[in-house]
């Protein structure tokens, strides 16, 4: 699991109880390997950077969960990217989802300027939007 906040223990309680879940139904035992996002991104900790990267490498599947904000975004698109180009199953639940469409956009469609209108208002390629409060504008600018 490569999140923002693994290193608090309820962050992702009810995405490792589903998967416990999940696991039960097929009779499998859920190992998670938790990798904070930021540590994939960032050099200044060699050893913690090292660490991450080879969980990563060793995992038979990626899980990015939700979270707020920018912070660990870059290393959310490259465990996304890892994933992708490894063909290594890779489930995004909320900002992983938005994650993995951003990175497709850059690196197999060539947009490089891709990204969420939540983290760029301005960006030319705007992949993901946020729909109700567009609905709402289009509304109040047709009255």
Not at 29 to 49: F, M, Y
Not at 58 to 82: E, H, I, N, Q, T
Not at 83 to 108: D, H, T, W
Request: charge should be negative.
């Amino acid at each position: 699991m490569v999140g923002k906040y693994v290193g608090l223990s309820d962050s992702y309680l009810s995405v490792v109880k589903a998967l416990l879940h999940a696991c039960i139904a097929c009779s499998l035992k859920p190992s998670v390997d938790w990798i904070a996002a930021s540590d994939l991104e960032d050099e200044k900790t060699p050893e913690a950077h090292a660490a991450a990267w080879e969980t990563l490498r060793s995992a038979a599947c990626v899980l990015v969960p939700g979270g707020f904000g920018d912070r660990g975004v870059k290393g959310m698109m490259l465990a996304g990217k890892y994933a992708r180009e490894n063909k290594v199953p890779y489930l995004g639940i909320c900002l992983g989802m938005q994650i993995s469409v951003i990175e497709f956009a850059r690196s197999v469609l060539g947009l490089g300027r891709a990204n969420t209108e939540e983290f760029d208002e301005e960006t030319p390629n705007p992949v993901v939007i946020f729909m109700p409060e567009r609905v709402l504008k289009h509304i109040w600018e047709a009255q």
